[in-house]
T-cell receptor, first 111, second 113 residues
Framework: GQSLEQPSEVTAVEGAIVQINCTYQTSGFYGLSWYQQHDGGAPTFLSYNALDGLEETGRFSSFLSRSDSYGYLLLQELQMKDSASYFCAVRDSGGYQKVTFGIGTKLQVIP | DAGVIQSPRHEVTEMGQEVTLRCKPISGHDYLFWYRQTMMRGLELLIYFNNNVPIDDSGMPEDRFSAKMPNASFSTLKIQPSEPRDSAVYFC???????????FGPGTRLTVL
């Protein structure tokens, strides 16, 4: 089976940088995704890493180390609207498009 | 495109009643997923379809749950009979084979009394 671990809550100051870590255990790893979900909303896709290294998309970056079964989401220049839950999700050999989600990290951005 | 459409947005029912949730995926997407989200268990995959065919239903909790996809533009998730522990937000999502992004609908908040 699969298991993912990420912190349950993180608090950071507006304008700062925050890193949300994710470690995973799975058989047949294909890639790691990140999703954002605001309270009462639906998850929305942020990024996908299949290879080691850093992927940057605006203020958000995502990193993967396949050898360490580890990834992180980096949010820079934090804004109040970044307050949300962030989920890592692993795509494994269970199916071409099937992903397993972590429990999510609730990020609170404070002034 | 309007995105993934789900109905109803909210459903309140009594234990023992049948509940049917509906989903219209994004046109051209060949994968459709049903998820359930609760505080305790997070976001769980119930079942997913590829080209209208169920591929993996190992997440369906029990025989009370069933899902169908009669055509490329419509899917249903049925719970019969419903129980209070089925109370959750149910999301439908769709994706294309060539991408890794799943597009989620707004969800159906189900409350079983």
């Amino acid at each position: 089976g699969q298991s993912l671990e990420q912190p349950s809550e993180v608090t950071a100051v507006e304008g700062a940088i925050v890193q949300i870590n994710c470690t995973y255990q799975t058989s047949g790893f294909y890639g790691l995704s990140w999703y954002q979900q605001h309270d009462g909303g639906a998850p929305t896709f942020l990024s996908y890493n299949a290879l080691d290294g850093l992927e940057e998309t605006g203020r958000f970056s995502s990193f993967l180390s396949r050898s360490d079964s580890y990834g992180y989401l980096l949010l820079q220049e934090l804004q109040m609207k970044d307050s949300a839950s962030y989920f890592c999700a692993v795509r494994d050999s269970g199916g071409y498009q099937k992903v397993t989600f972590g429990i999510g990290t609730k990020l609170q951005v404070i002034p | 495109d309007a995105g993934v459409i789900q109905s109803p947005r909210h459903e309140v029912t009594e234990m023992g009643q049948e509940v049917t949730l509906r989903c219209k995926p994004i046109s051209g997407h060949d994968y459709l997923f049903w998820y359930r989200q609760t505080m305790m268990r997070g976001l769980e995959l119930l079942i997913y379809f590829n080209n209208n065919v169920p591929i993996d239903d190992s997440g369906m909790p029990e025989d009370r749950f069933s899902a169908k996809m009669p055509n490329a533009s419509f899917s249903t998730l049925k719970i019969q009979p419903s129980e209070p522990r089925d109370s959750a937000v149910y999301f439908c999502a769709s994706s294309q084979r060539v991408t890794n992004e799943q597009f989620f609908g707004p969800g159906t908040r189900l409350t079983v009394l």
